[in-house]
């Protein structure tokens, strides 16, 4: 009877740990394009067209990457009874994939929230409903305020042009994307 409470402890103790290191820390503050993606994943609206009766649902586990610029996040589907633990994995790697297609760059993600609570640094706020979740963040300092490029297109190839001179990407792969810009 010892050992199996032993193993049990052991078991529990040991997966609370593997979650920590899911669990982002450090500062960040997230661009408007994050703010307006986490408002959609607290919200009740359509998450995937294309999902049929799978569409809809509340937010699960949402992630970022470590300077604020990329996230991607899981939703339990309408009706379904869901556990975020399960799904912290795959939300990281949905955002490492969004990162690298955004930006061209491989970056860490972590997680940022589960359900409505926000476990960042520890944090652990929980997010009222029908609160203003721009005002929240903002609050609590995580919210950046520095304006978006007013040509995009020029930021973009400026970008581009940065990942060519760091040896990220060739010659042909930054023409093909100059090309998709314009």
């Not at 699960?60 to 009874?81: M, N, P, R, T």
């Not at 640094?121 to 929980?126: E, I, M, R, V």
């Not at 609590?140 to 007013?150: A, D, N, Q, T």
């Amino acid at each position: 009877m010892k050992r199996l409470i032993l193993i049990l402890f052991l078991c529990l103790f040991i997966q609370n740990n593997l979650f920590a290191d899911l669990i982002g820390f450090g500062e960040i503050k997230l661009n408007q394009y994050n703010v307006n993606r986490f408002e959609k994943y607290l919200s009740e609206t359509i998450h995937d067209k294309k999902g049929g009766h799978n569409q809809s649902g509340i937010g699960l586990v949402f992630a970022i990457s470590e300077d604020g610029q990329d996230s991607g996040y899981y939703y339990c589907f309408k009706g379904d009874s869901c556990n975020p633990d399960r799904a912290l994995t795959d939300t990281i790697r949905h955002c490492e994939r969004n990162t690298k297609k955004n930006s061209g760059v491989k970056k860490k993600c972590r997680i940022f929230a589960k359900k409505r609570k926000i476990v960042w640094n520890g944090l652990n706020k929980t997010i009222p409903k029908g609160f203003d979740v721009k005002q929240f963040l903002d609050e609590l300092g995580l919210v950046s305020h520095e304006k978006p490029p007013e040509n995009i297109e020029e930021e973009q190839i400026k970008q581009l042009k940065s990942l060519l001179n760091q040896g990220i990407i060739n010659q042909e792969e930054y023409e093909e994307a100059i090309k998709a810009i314009q």
